[in-house]
């Protein structure tokens, strides 16, 4: 079973450009959430959703980023108009639709690595 | 959020036990208490969890102490791939939108290193 993928793996872009990040979660998983971890830092919240929905964007900043998970197709990260404070290594994890309580495992994908110039 | 504190590093020797331990002082009686580890330029990877007693899987064992103010994460005969930032993690159920789910809250986690 292919695990969580994610596209570009690296990502160079200059201030004010636009960032797109992919992630396809694992097959039969319908509960995709994104985390930003920081240089030097541990794992940041950002985003959980499920398919066509956004369930919790609380730790999304309010402007510039977005977040989608259409009915096809893979979750899509989107950063506009980046800004160097925006590099940092950006995880997509998925889980299973039916997760009994407590267990919850995410399961995390490789990372895409963004930097701005 | 309650909080988790670990050590920021610690060292072991190749194929002896390595203990990490995790204060959870604030500790909600719902909370389940996760690790996650992070190989270098890797994502995180789940290794155990518990709520009360204690755990064993095929990675690592899970010590959870009575009050569940604390826990510490087992690994019986540390290798060099086992070198990593392990994260000690309270899982919250969260709700919103209808729907019940686990959030994960990532710390600084431990830097083990593993000397052959």
């Known amino acids: 079973n292919a695990g969580v993928m994610q596209n570009p793996r690296h990502l160079v872009r200059r201030r004010g450009q636009e960032a797109r990040l992919r992630c396809s979660p694992m097959?039969?998983?319908?509960?995709v959430y994104w985390y930003r971890q920081l240089p030097e830092e541990g794992l940041k919240f950002m985003v959980y959703?499920?398919?066509?929905?956004?369930?919790?964007e609380s730790g999304m900043p309010k402007e510039r980023f977005s977040a989608e998970f259409p009915k096809e197709g893979p979750s899509i990260l989107r950063i506009q108009q980046v800004v160097r404070g925006d590099s940092a290594a950006y995880f997509c994890?998925?889980?299973?639709?039916?997760?009994?309580?407590?267990?919850?495992?995410?399961?995390f994908g490789p990372g895409t690595r963004l930097t701005v110039l | 959020d309650a909080k988790t504190t670990q050590p920021n590093s610690m060292e072991s020797n190749e194929e002896e036990p390595v203990h990490l331990p995790c204060n959870h002082s604030?500790?909600?009686?719902?909370?389940?208490i996760h690790w996650y580890r992070q190989l270098p330029s890797q994502g995180p990877e789940y290794v155990i969890h518990g709520l009360t007693s204690n755990v064993n899987n095929r990675m690592a064992s899970l010590a959870i102490a009575e009050d569940r103010k604390s826990s510490t994460l087992i690994l019986h005969r540390a290798t060099l791939r086992d070198a990593a930032v392990y994260y000690c993690i309270l899982r919250k159920t969260a709700n919103a939108g209808g729907t019940s789910y686990g959030k994960l809250t990532f710390g600084q986690g431990t830097i083990l290193t593993v000397h052959p």
């Open positions: 994890a998925s889980s299973p639709e039916k997760t009994w309580e407590g267990r919850g495992e995410q399961f």
């Open positions: 097959k039969g998983h319908s509960h």
């Open positions: 604030t500790i909600s009686g719902t909370d389940y």
């Open positions: 959703l499920q398919k066509e929905n956004i369930i919790d």
